[in-house]
């Protein structure tokens, strides 16, 4: 019971004292989908540093990587917030999958492990996140069920979701796809790799972190 | 007879087991009893068809769950799951949506289906918004 009531008053007191730049905004996504590219792209614009590494094998991002005090500012208006870039979020990790990729068995074994960490880690952090940006890859199939837990979860936790379908420069793209997958979500199209429709998304951007205060 | 009864194991751990669960087997089950039940299934190498649907936030400690069994578990790689719902209801009208919700408190949302399989068994189960697919392991 006491128990109950102080979990509501720091609930009660949190919210009434929360300053507006504390947003903390999740990056969440499948492995590969561009999570890492599209905080590379943010902090590129705003800060001119780039947050992670990227490349083409899964699970490149194995801890959570944050930009503490990231500020944007567009048409007279303020947006800040902390970055959170996560690992991605899979339901099975092969270490076999990484030898493709020239890695030595022990190598292999050793990314599958952190890997595993990474996503437990990724799990844990939606607790702790206030609006989140959804990764998908435009060009595969966005009916997975990574795509559909980490959006309910959300939704149960009401935390405010943006979907971003990635690598729309693909012609394997279908943004459709993704719309039709997630009706009730605003889906922006972008390609975080060159840039292409980062306007509309720091549009939709501001919309979200007005959502989460 | 020792050696028949080693003969069956090994031939039992080819073949594959699809086990139905019907949604009255875990309705009244907590989290951590679906889980534990799901997972152990999983761990004997069957594929489950789970009349019903797990709660998300079941999902994501299912995916956590498996997460730490690999490495710990020879041969664990993981899981494959998917869901399917027979009614989608962003499709229904307002009081079809409102009469749809109270059916899914009261009685859960019996008319799905999950299907979740050990990744080293199943390969690939794909989604689109009627059909699951299921590709086996040739491994």
Redesign the interface.
Known sequence: MIKIIKNFAQRVFSGLFKKKGEIKLGFYGSPNAGKTSLANKICQDWIGEDLGVVSNMPHETRKIQIKEKVVIERNGKRLEFKLIDTPG??????FEDFLKFGLSKKEA?SR??EA??G??ES?KW?DDVDAVIVLIDSTL?P???VN??II??L??RKIPVLIVANKIDLKKADIKKVQ??F??YTVVGISAKNGENIEEFYEELFKLVKKAR | MSKKKNKDKKDRKKDLTIHFMPYSEIANASTIERIKKIMGLILDNKIIILQGKL???E??RL??N???L??NIEGF???????ISGKES?NLGLFNKVRYNIARILVGEQDAITIIGP?SVVKE?????KKIELMLSRK
């Open positions: 979020i899979a339901t099975k990790v092969d074994q599958a492990k595993t960490q996503i437990i799990i939606l199939n009916y997975s069920q559909i837990t309910g979860n939704v149960a039709g997958a009706p009730e | 709660k998300p936030e999902e994501v995916i956590e498996s997460m730490t690999i490495g790689q993981g899981i494959e799951i998917a869901a962003e990744a189960i794909t989604r689109d918004p």
